[in-house]
Structure formats: structure tokens, C-alpha cells
């Protein structure tokens, strides 16, 4: 399976990245929850079958994980027939069939900056792949639960994933659909609940969603937690970025956000921490 965007990539020397922010940052709307996905739980047994899976390695700093290899899933939904010639289409597929960069970066972060997450509760949003999930499982986590949008990623990538990399002491639950709904999913109805870290990567280049991300934040992380987001600083074609987001949690002034890693490229990718605002 081949991807690529629907949008052409500008060189460095043409970035202008003042004038992107200026003109993406008074057209943040919310997307239309009545086209989404609802939320549902996906049952482990509904997943395709590990063993009639071709696999890869995958080395993250030195720790190496069995992935299913993506390019061999075949995936024979109606929804996802657009990945032929696509890498996303917003509310129809959301990209999970791919391991993006700034999944990578995040997985890397969590072993290079010993992140803790030993005993804890974590949530990677928007998954895909699994990768920073995975890594969290690695790393001692007692609860990893993985949500995508697409139920067919969840079932043919996210769960054989989790399968062939599986800690014994390590309990994963898995839900696809749309942001908007997962609380009620999830039934975070009291703290101890909720999760003490949020990962997310490659989810912020849709400036619809931005509201609908930050609710499932407010409602499905601890009042201590942390967020890890991995992102680019720009997405161009799409509207989003980290810049964007970043002024997008100002003004809602819940949580506050800091630059904890900033990698060199093209367009520059970063790693933000995200905590509630103290009083």
C-alpha cells in the first residue's frame, strides 16, 4: 500500500511560518460531531489474527518491537478504500494504517528521558501503530489503553501489535471512533480512573479537532497527569501545529504547555508536555 499527502510540502526557504499561524489561528472551528464515529470498546477477539500476519522489527532506542508490517494489511472496508491514494481523509481515515515520524520521536523520548511510567495508567490517543503505547508497556506501565479512530486500524494493526509485544502484567483496553465521545466510552466517571499520561502523536493537524481533543484531556486525565503530544510545528495544507495548539491552550486556559524537545528538519517537529494549570 502506497501513501502520500493531498497536499504538496513547501521547501525550507519558501516556509513562511508567521503568515501560516496568522491565517490559520482566526479560522479554528469545531468539527460536525454528528458525521463522527461514536466511540466503542473493541474486544480483543475481534482482531485479526497475529499469526496470519507477515511482521518486522522495529528498534526504538535500542528496544525492539515486532509490528505488523502495514503494507500487507489488506483492509476491505468501504471507509478505507480512500487509503489507496490517500494518507488521510479527515472524519473518514484518520492515518492509522502508517507509522508517522512523530510517533517515533515519541516512543524515542519516553526511553531517551526516562519518562516513569511504572505502575501507571496511560492513554495514547490516536495510536495507529502503537508505538509510544507500546513503549509504555515496555517501560512498566500497569494499565496502556490505545484509542484510534478507525476500528479497522484497531483491529488489523493496533491489537496484533499489542499481541506480539504483550507484557504479562500489562492490561490494554482498545476503542476507536471519534474524540467527542470516548469519555462516555471509557466511563472515567471517578479519579482513580483516569490516566496519569496522555501520549499522543501526529494528532493536532486539524484545527477542527482541536476543541474536541482538549475536552477528552479535561475528562480522561488525572488532576497531576501529563500529557506528552508529539507534533510538527506546521502543518501545512492541513492548518495545524504545535504553534497553533499551543495558543489554542492559552486561550482556553486549562492547561499550560512547555517545549521539552525540538528536533531539526524541513518543517521542525517537537515534543510538548501538557499539565493543568495550578491555581
Sequence with gaps: M??????????????????????SASVITDDDDSKALPSQEISRNTAQNVGDLSTTEHNVCGVVFRVIRQQDVNVSSSALQ????????????????????CGVDLAE???NHNIDCKGLRVLELGCGA????????????????????????????????VELNQCSDCKCRFFSGDWS???????????????????????????????KLHQAFQQLLKQNGTIYLAAKSTYFGVGGGTRLFEAFLKRE???????????EAGVPREILKVTRQTS
Design 2 to 23: 502506497s501513501f502520500k499527502f493531498n497536499f504538496s510540502m513547501p521547501s525550507d526557504d519558501t516556509i513562511d511560518e508567521k503568515a501560516h499561524l496568522d491565517n
Design 253 to 263: 486556559n486549562v492547561f499550560t504547555s512547555q517545549v521539552c524537545l525540538e528536533i
Design 82 to 101: 480512500v487509503t489507496t491514494d490517500s494518507d488521510l481523509v479527515p472524519g473518514v481515515y484518520e492515518g492509522g494504517l502508517k507509522i508517522w515520524e
Design 130 to 161: 502503537g508505538l509510544p503505547g507500546l513503549t509504555a508497556m515496555h517501560k512498566g506501565a500497569a494499565v496502556v489503553d490505545f484509542q484510534d479512530y478507525n476500528p479497522e486500524v484497531v483491529e488489523n494493526i493496533t491489537i496484533p501489535n
Design 181 to 211: 465521545s470516548l469519555p462516555l466510552t471509557i466511563c472515567t466517571d471517578d479519579e482513580e480512573k483516569r490516566y496519569d499520561i496522555i501520549l499522543t502523536a501526529e494528532t493536532i493537524y486539524n484545527t477542527r479537532s482541536y476543541r
Design 109 to 111: 523520548y519516553l526511553i
